[in-house]
């Protein structure tokens, strides 16, 4: 995922530090963030990866994570794992800044698709 999002030329950007800075700017102390890539995991925890290209911005998002929170956990999902949270996230991805999409009544027909998939028994349907 970090190689794809280098070679669209975002150095200085990143999807993890996109999102840890909505929740500092709302005042959130406490954030877990939750990822299929163990590699990702290493390099925001450990020091063992700051010499490699990308070592800046790992340095950067762990300052940004010291500094910003009281409370900063990483944990490792695989993805087949997070479907839903996957599915939103691409979905959030995809719409633009300015759709606002908000759902008050609701949830739209791709969110009622995605969790009835997480409900026991979904794979006999």
């Known amino acids: 995922m970090l190689e794809t999002y280098f070679e669209f030329g975002f150095p200085n950007r990143s999807p ?27 390099a925001l925890t450990l020091e063992c990866l700051d010499n490699s290209p990308e070592g800046a911005l790992f ?29 939103l996230a691409n979905h959030g991805v995809a719409i633009s800044p300015d759709e ?17 998939g997480d409900l026991p028994g979904a794979d006999s349907l």
């Not at 762990?62 to 996957?86: G, H, Q």
């Open 16 to 42: 993890v530090g996109d999102s840890l800075s909505r929740p500092s700017h709302i005042g959130m102390t406490r954030v877990q963030l939750e990822t299929d890539a163990s590699n990702l995991r290493k």
């Open 59 to 87: 340095r950067q998002i762990r300052v940004m994570m010291s500094n910003n929170f009281v409370s900063c956990s990483i944990s490792i999902c695989p993805r087949i794992c997070n479907r839903v949270a996957d599915g």
């Open 100 to 116: 606002g999409d908000v759902f008050w009544y609701q949830a739209p027909s791709f969110v009622t698709d995605l969790v009835s």
